[in-house]
């Protein structure tokens, strides 16, 4: 007898379950898919105060700006790649920097970038009037951080001044073969 009550029960609960978990899971995907990447890596409680130092804290999570000269890949010419000191991400590429004369590392254009499409870069733009007039900062598309801001008054071919703080940047120096393999990942 206790057999037999067990088996009944045990063919009963699949079942249950498994109607529940289809009917939960079917009403709450599409909900939740979009966001849950962003906000399980890097929502409100990733501690970028630990992560991070507290200049590359102000300027890519408070939006600040490093002071003009002062920043450690200004004069910095060397080939590679440089990502984002937060995520890691590849942002712009050593071929794409210029001495722009401003005080803040400049690039033609963003790393991944085929002519005028961003769309496979790993940087977003987004209006910013906070500089007085109508600006666009330039931001990490996988993580959010603030890179700082991108001018129309570049060099040619691209026209585009993208003004980057060094605090926002992790420099990767390109070694024969090895970069190379990576970037294409
Ligand atoms: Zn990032």
């Known amino acids: 007898m206790p057999i037999t009550a067990c088996d009944q029960n045990a063919n009963k609960l699949p079942k249950q379950i498994g109607f529940y978990v289809i009917t939960s899971t079917a009403t709450k995907l599409p909900g939740l898919k979009p966001g ?38 200004l004069n910095h010419f060397e080939m590679g790649m440089y990502h984002c000191v937060c995520c890691d991400v590849p942002l712009f590429s050593s071929e794409a920097k210029y001495d722009s004369g401003t005080g803040w590392p400049a690039f033609k254009e963003a790393h991944g970038t085929w002519e005028r499409d961003e769309s496979h870069a790993s940087i977003v733009r987004r209006p910013d009037n906070s500089l007085g007039s109508a600006g666009t900062e330039v931001l990490c598309k996988n993580c959010d951080a603030h890179l700082g801001h991108v001018f129309e008054d570049g060099p040619d071919p691209t026209g585009q001044r993208f003004c ?11 070694e024969n073969g090895v970069a ?3 970037e294409q990942k």
Do not use: C, H, M
Request: aromatic share 14%; hydrophobic share 25%; glycine share 4%.
């Open 36 to 73: 849950l990447k962003s906000l399980t890596r890097y929502n409100k409680t990733t501690d970028w105060q630990k992560k991070l130092t507290p200049e590359q804290y102000f300027v890519t999570r408070e939006k600040g700006t490093e002071e003009p000269f002062s920043g450690i890949y």
């Open 164 to 174: 980057i703080n060094s605090a926002a940047l992790k420099f990767k120096p390109r």
């Open 180 to 182: 190379d393999t990576e």
